[in-house]
């Protein structure tokens, strides 16, 4: 792939590679350090924009010090579709009409998102359920696919023409090519599970905020939160500081709807006393609250959570379940 | 762009221990640059975060009203860690200040209207600001008859107890204040918040009520309410809930589509009812 060795020549360049048994995103500076396997990265790019735990700024006491702003372009090479969709997802919370995050902001802005599409979606995958496509274009600004021997590359937006101008490697795609790509994407779509009336289940959540599902449904959950974390659109977090009263450092991390200190008040009330008031939030933030005020779901269908949850609790179930209440 | 997340420094100007049980302090402070006392222009029923460095920060009602210039009052109740580290700092110190933040009482709509205060222990903060926004001779004559009940406990319990002696005197407020169950000296009115406030029956014809105070207080108070003819859309509520953000972002505070933070803390009883249950 000539294009990401003349990438990482000029540029920083985060991709998947290997860590342990798992695949996540790190700076790469020579090609062959990228896995752009079939499956799917641990975590998902949301940490590139939004990491885990970051400072918000630095004290002396009461004076504060901000972080620099970096301005230095990166590229995030080989985002599946899903993922490069949760970040049109995150925009509209962190980059909003009323409050605009800086630190997401300038991350955003300095990144061009190069996707590779899916040509073998795995079992867990319902990205066309939620709106989104194994081969989607949105929250990308260039799209690769594999064609065995060699890649089909289509600049999106103005920044992935940017960054292709001028790389040398190209070649116009042939008739045949062209074919073959359109086989590789039906057979995609072909694979993947389908089933779920989005629609449906928001009328279906909007009807009866106390449907008794809700006893049954929360009942394998532990809680542990896993699903929070590596969900590519969940974004809570806390705020706190690090330090004492003469010198540290306010940061923010990654926090969780499911867990029960969550929503508890220092007077001793939790709205969110127990896991099906948690799980129901979880659920209802995505499908129903984010649909309100964002008019799209904030789900990609990426299956991590189906995945890593150490009950097997599969949303897909769960969802079905509400969408067929009889 | 401004960074949402970082504090003004303000100093610590005057406390007062408010109550007998020495729980509640009010503190006022003054922002140390004029820049951020300018940029702070806010509406009753508003809120603002203050924060400790290395404890954090809790969000707070604004109790002043910005017709009282030069600072900013916030009563605190001693409850988790950045409350208790507030009420061990001393007049001089400096804290952080972030906000204003959220919406705030509806001053619009009030305007030619009668309106009723109802309020129950320290949730008297930012009505305590409302009150005083409107009792200022430049608006006074914007809103037409006033009418406050307040209650505490026990008298050692209000807040705010020279400007409640203050406002006793005034004709161009209704003022009614009340505690739990009668103690020695107090020759005010005894009995709960909707018992007073039913006793009182202030009119429902052109009028808006504005309630805050303990859950309890608030579920009894509002069927009174209710049965003296305010309407769901002129019954106005403001809403507490673990925050940390303030700026609709963190994820915690909502109750169904609404951010407590971002969209309340004020709603009208007509617009809860259109929310999940669940505060």
């Not at chain 1, 996707?115 to 319902?126: A, D, E, V």
């Not at chain 1, 990609?300 to 009950?311: D, E, K, L, Y």
């Not at chain 2, 302090?25 to 951020?36: E, R, Y």
């Not at chain 2, 050692?156 to 209704?174: C, I, Q, V």
Request: charge should be negative.
């Amino acid at each position: 792939m000539s294009l990401l060795a003349d990438l990482t020549g000029s540029c920083q360049v985060l991709a998947p590679v290997r860590n342990g048994d798992s695949l996540v995103f790190d700076e790469i500076r020579a090609r062959d350090e990228i896995h752009l396997s079939e499956c799917n990265t641990r975590k998902s790019v949301k940490e590139i924009f939004f990491p885990q735990r970051e400072r918000l700024f630095a004290y002396r006491g009461q004076e504060t010090r901000e972080p620099s702003f970096p301005d230095e372009e990166r590229v995030l090479f080989g985002v599946r579709p899903c993922d490069a969709r949760s970040l049109c997802l995150l925009d509209p919370v962190f980059d909003g009409d009323d409050f605009k995050d800086p630190y997401y902001c300038s991350r955003r802005r300095n990144t061009t998102v190069v996707s590779i599409g899916c040509n073998r979606p795995m079992r867990t995958c319902f990205c066309t359920d939620t709106g989104g496509d194994p081969f989607s274009l949105e929250g990308t600004d260039v799209l690769l696919i594999d064609m065995g021997e060699t890649y089909f590359v289509r600049p999106i937006t103005k920044k992935g023409e940017n960054l292709l101008a001028g790389r040398p490697g190209f070649e116009k795609a042939e008739q045949d090519q062209i074919r073959r790509k359109g086989e590789i994407i039906e057979k995609a779509h072909q694979s993947i599970h389908s089933g779920l009336n989005l629609e449906r289940i928001k009328k279906e959540l909007d009807k009866d905020f106390d449907n008794p599902l809700w006893d049954i449904l929360h009942e394998k959950c532990l809680g542990c939160g896993v699903c929070t974390f590596l969900c590519p659109t969940c974004h809570c977090f806390d705020i706190l500081d690090e330090g004492d009263s003469r010198k540290g450092e306010r940061i923010r991390i990654w926090d969780s709807c499911m867990f029960p200190l969550f929503t508890l008040h220092a007077s001793g009330t939790n709205p969110r006393p127990s896991g099906k008031e948690r799980m129901r939030q979880r659920v209802l933030h995505k499908f129903t609250y984010f649909v309100d005020n964002h008019s799209r779901v904030a789900c990609t269908g990426c299956g991590r959570c189906i995945r890593a949850c150490p009950v097997n609790l599969d949303i897909r179930e769960v969802l079905e379940a509400l969408q067929n209440p009889e | 762009m401004k960074n949402p997340y970082v504090p003004a420094p303000a100093k610590i100007e005057r406390i007062v221990t408010e109550t007998e049980d020495r729980n509640i302090k009010s503190f006022d402070l003054s922002f140390m640059n004029k820049a951020n006392e300018e940029d702070f222009r806010f509406v009753p029923g508003q809120f603002a975060e203050i924060s400790i460095s290395g404890k954090g920060e809790a969000p707070f009602g604004i109790a002043s009203s910005p017709t009282e210039k030069g600072f900013l009052k916030f009563s605190v109740n001693k409850a988790g860690v950045v409350t208790t580290a507030l009420h061990n700092l001393e007049e001089g110190e400096i804290v952080g200040v972030r906000g204003p933040l959220g919406n705030c009482y509806p001053i619009g709509a009030l305007e030619n209207k009668n309106v009723v205060i109802v309020s129950g222990g320290f949730a008297f903060t930012t009505l305590r600001s409302l009150t005083r926004y409107m009792l200022h001779e430049e608006n006074r004559a914007r809103f037409k008859d006033i009418t406050v009940i307040y209650g505490a406990r026990t008298p050692g319990l209000l807040l705010y107890k020279d400007e409640l002696d203050a406002w006793r005197e005034r004709d161009d407020l209704d003022l009614h204040v009340t505690i739990d169950s009668a103690a020695e000296g107090w020759k005010g009115k005894v009995g709960f918040v909707p018992t007073i406030t039913q006793e009182v029956a202030p009119s429902s014809e052109d009028a808006f009520a504005l309630v805050c105070g303990p859950p309890i207080m608030i579920k009894f108070t509002i069927p009174i309410l209710q049965k003296l003819g305010f309407l769901s859309e002129r019954i106005i509520l403001s809403l507490e809930m673990r925050m940390k953000c303030g700026i609709g972002m963190c994820g915690r505070c909502n109750i169904g589509s609404q951010y407590v933070c971002k969209d309340g803390p004020v709603f009208t009883l007509g617009e809860l009812s259109e929310l999940p249950g669940e505060y």
